[in-house]
RNA sequence: GGGCGGAUAGCUCAGCCGGUUAGAGCACCGGCUUUACAAGCCGGGGGUCACAGGUUCGAACCCUGUUCCGCCUACCA
């Protein structure tokens, strides 16, 4: 293992700086060609860790340094793991179908859909979808993400169509999807139904008006409502049973103004008497409630709103207004008729498309419907049974699923995302499924497989139309990362050794969708949890601690940092929050986490260019040493610390263990122990031989371990370092396959502790006298006089009196009763002679 | 309306299963350059821990209430 001389004149002209814009190039294509990150299918040894790495959608170029935070933090914990020997299944997976990438398509070639065809736009879509995965690899890559790029998939390609499509089988199979005619959540904007996921409560400011109807007696009747646009979709006029005022109108009719149309009075005792005038109408469908009612109670159907948000033919003269429009002129009218009785305004929550920001609407339409009401239970279950990290996160899954009032609605009326393995039978509607051997299957390009209706005998079908919600991938990519939809066994195998999966990193805003969606396709699917560890990161905010955005413009962009202060400054960043917890970005500390790297650097170089030919870092276990106090002080300290990082990457608290390694190495290694022991090299006397190599195999031992410990935060310069020194010494090809550093009881001294501490208190005196004297703190002295007043001491500060001479730089040490600058310790004093 | 997270030095944040004079980095002030590092080192100043009560020998930490910021969630039309 010892290197051969030639070697060491490299050693000795180490460089002085760090280069990280090169090394950092260099590190990444490394890895690269040595296929550090493989996940290796085959091996029966190591345990598996396997990650379900969110597929963040390649569509836009809207990465920022908050993404870069996100993936860094369950990044350091996943290269934790591979350190612990773990064989790490970390693909990479690129969300690039649906709505989000349709939208981005329309606005970058301003298309109108009406203009172009699906399959132009299909072809767009794609396109953008191949440049955006490699934008999107070359940056992941620049971060030092460390997954296997073999293990790629995209939401498109085959493999996710297939599942996609084997899901819905699946579930079909088990009763579980139904096609259902009824009210659904619709965008006008972009023209699709939604699910309640994509429904998000934004504030408006709007107006609460008193419109008067009339009973069959003439009496005018005050109805509040904020949408006398829908009047015309009036269907029934509701009071609660209990409000005295209008247990008068049972059995009876009321008109409707504008439209002089009758509708049924009835009783609920969900409506609130001291809202307005107690009397509330009910449209198909203004509102979540009147679905309900429309329901429950089997009211008529009305509907006075089309597809595109406009007012249709059953609206009379408001026919072909939008919402917005038909609201101002519907108020108009009623106003000249003088049946606006009174206008608050109010501030309402509506429910806009959380991709557009429009208000949605509910309009009427045969979908397909994933039951997932049936089994809150289930999910809350399969919730309890994950951990959480951190754990208050989970109350967000709870509150969501308990608060959940639809099924799941998996049709879209787009053109980008995977089709429905489905045909109706064009006589009598009969659905037809795909055979799971033809999948994917795309029914507008293909037959099915039976030639004629098994219900009816019809020989035409028709392809479903609609694709399914981007989500019906998404949900799926424990199981696209297994092979769930294959049948060979090698896929098997995968899926016995990687699921359920070991972690599940991701972000706050998608634990509703990503997270509660794959909950259900594998508690459905497998009747298993999907993972078994979730980590919920927070948000990267801009300096005013608004949350970043590309809409916002409040952006940083990670190329620009990583070019101005390396790769790892910027993970050192991203270390700072405690996980779960918002970060703000801030330039000054991306600057500290540089000057970590340069210290790493230069106290390595300390090392490395005051070895000798002879070195041998394992000639000797390091316990078998002559130890001297101090060396025995650091060692235990690095243990110490050791410990505590360990535990706090065992329980992904990864912000603690990086500052208690960092504060080791800044306060311990290099500010005291390197100081101590430095002017050991400075004497090239015979008699320092023996204490020197003791030196150097003690600062081999330290260094090497704790840049095991700083590795997967600072993956670039540590692979540096131990490619270019470490690794002459080591086995193996990669820091990042090495071995973590494995705690030793035995380095631990307990005493040395507090020996080394009057040692520290003497240093720490000395410097300030220094200071006090304009000294230079390596001006060599003649004495250090030391005075105790604790009899105890005198011993240890005869024992370790060479620590303290080369610490102080003098040549003596003397107890005299002339010394009297005092130390942290009130027992000890000291003072510094020529 | 309910819930969660946050409020600590000028700035960004630790500490919060109670226990000696509350920490770090940056910024600020003073000093120090042949012997790893000036993108450095040494030293220093700086905080009534959001506010008000309470529990306790002792509270930044536990309890109650209040204010502000952020988020999640909610059928008051």
Redesign the pocket.
């Known amino acids: 293992m010892q290197k051969n001389t030639e070697s060491f004149i490299d050693f000795k002209d180490f460089p ?2 760090y280069d990280y814009q090169t090394v950092e190039k260099k590190i990444s294509q490394y890895w690269e060609d040595n296929k550090i990150y493989k996940f290796e299918p085959c091996d029966k040894i190591r345990k598996v860790y396997s990650v379900d790495t969110p597929p963040p959608y390649v569509s836009s170029s809207h990465l920022h340094v908050g993404h870069v935070m996100s993936y860094s933090q369950a990044e350091f914990i996943i290269r934790y793991k591979r350190m612990k020997g773990f064989n790490v299944f970390y693909p990479m997976g690129f969300d690039d179908n649906g709505l989000p990438t349709e939208r981005y398509v329309e606005k970058k070639y301003k298309i109108n859909k009406s203009k172009i065809t699906r399959e132009e736009f299909i072809d767009l879509c794609l396109k953008e979808t191949k440049s955006g995965i490699e934008v999107y690899k070359s940056l992941w890559k620049s971060v030092g993400i460390s997954a296997d790029y073999g293990l790629s998939y995209s939401t498109i390609d085959e493999r996710c169509r297939k599942t996609s499509q084997k899901s819905f089988l699946d579930l079909y199979n088990k009763g579980l999807i139904e096609r259902r005619n009824e009210p659904i959540l619709w965008c006008p904007q972009c023209r699709t139904s939604l699910a ?1 996921a994509d429904v ?2 934004e504030e408006f400011s709007g107006v ?1 008006y008193d419109i008067e109807f009339k009973s069959m007696d003439g009496k005018g009747l005050i109805i ?4 006398p646009e829908l009047l015309g979709g009036c269907v029934a006029v509701y009071a609660n049973p209990a409000d005295e005022r209008y247990g008068f109108l049972k059995g009876q009719n009321v008109n409707v103004p504008l439209y002089n149309k009758e509708v049924p009075v009835k009783y609920d005792e ?7 005038t ?4 009910v449209c198909t469908w ?4 009147d679905v309900k009612k429309w329901k429950e109670h089997k009211l008529d159907t009305a509907i006075v709103i089309d597809k595109a948000g406009r007012l249709n033919e059953l609206s009379g003269k408001f026919n072909g207004l939008n919402v917005k429009e038909a609201k101002k002129a519907v108020v108009e009218d009623l106003n000249e008729k003088f049946l606006i009785k009174g206008e608050k305004p ?1 501030i ?2 509506v429910g806009v498309h959380d991709r557009c920001a429009t208000p949605v609407e509910f309009i009427l339409a045969e979908q397909w419907f994933i039951k997932i009401l049936d089994n809150k239970d289930k999910f809350i279950g399969a919730g309890n049974q994950m951990t959480w990290h951190p754990e ?1 996160m989970k ?2 899954y709870d ?2 699923i308990n ?1 959940l ?1 639809w099924d799941w609605n998996i049709s879209r009326q787009r053109f980008y995302g995977v089709p429905f393995p489905v045909w109706y039978c064009s006589e009598c509607g009969e659905v037809i499924t795909a055979a799971e051997t033809e999948l994917p299957v795309d029914p507008a390009a293909n037959s099915p497989a039976v030639n004629k209706c098994p219900k009816c005998g019809g020989k035409e079908f028709k392809p479903e139309t609609d694709v399914m919600d981007t989500w019906m991938t998404s949900s799926m990519t424990p199981l696209i990362n297994s092979r769930w939809a294959y049948g060979d066994i090698e896929s098997k195998e995968l899926l016995n050794t990687i699921y359920p999966m070991g972690l599940r990193p991701q972000a ?2 998608i634990i ?1 969708t990503w997270l509660f969606y794959t909950v259900v396709k594998s508690i459905y699917h497998t009747e298993n949890i999907p993972f078994k560890n979730i980590m919920i990161s927070g948000w990267g ?1 801009d300096k005013n ?1 608004k ?1 970043m955005s590309k809409s916002l413009g409040n952006f940083v962009g990670p190329e620009d940092i990583i070019s101005k202060y390396s790769a790892d400054a910027l993970r050192y960043w991203a270390s ?3 996980l779960g ?4 970005f ?1 330039e ?2 991306v ?2 986490g ?2 970590l790297l ?2 790493i650097w ?2 390595a ?2 090392l490395i ?1 005051n070895i000798s030919p002879e070195f041998d870092p394992y000639e000797k276990n390091i316990s078998d040493l002559k130890l001297s106090r101090i060396d025995k002080w650091v060692l235990t300290e690095f243990e110490n610390a050791l410990k505590v990082c360990e535990n706090n990457m065992e329980s992904y608290e990864y912000s ?1 263990a990086l ?1 208690t390694a960092s504060d080791f190495f ?1 306060n311990i290694y ?2 005291n122990y ?2 101590i022991i ?1 002017n050991v ?2 004497d090239e006397g015979e008699e320092n031989a023996e204490r020197k190599k003791t030196v150097l195999n003690v600062m081999y031992f330290v260094s090497l371990n704790i840049l095991k410990v700083f590795a997967p935060f600072m993956p670039f310069i540590t692979e540096e370092l131990y490619l270019s020194f470490y690794g002459n010494f080591e086995k193996g090809k990669s820091i990042h396959l090495s071995i973590w550093p494995e705690f030793k009881k035995e380095l631990i001294f307990s005493d040395s502790v507090k020996i080394a501490g009057i040692l520290l208190n003497i240093l ?1 005196a000395s ?2 006298l ?2 006090n004297l ?1 000294l ?3 001006h ?1 002295i003649g004495k250090i006089l030391i005075q105790t007043l604790n009899p105890d001491y005198i011993g240890i500060i005869n024992e370790i009196s060479g620590d303290i001479m080369s610490a102080v730089r003098a040549e003596r040490v003397v107890f005299s009763d002339k010394a009297d600058f005092k130390t942290a310790d009130g027992d000890i004093f000291i003072s510094l002679e020529k």
Do not use: P
């Open positions: 002085k700086n309640q998000v409560l609460l509040s409502t904020t949408r969900s409506v609130d008497m001291n809202y307005g107690g009397l509330m109408m203004g509102d979540a409630e109010l309402h929550n208050f109350a967000r509150e969501w608060n009032k706050q805003e509703r905010l601690g949350k700072k929050a405690n917890q918002d970060l703000r801030n000054e500390d600057v500290a540089r000057k340069i210290k230069n106290a170089r300390f260019t603690f500052r800044y290099c500010d390197l100081e430095k090299f400075w720490e410097r300030k220094r200071t304009n230079h703190q390596n060599r």
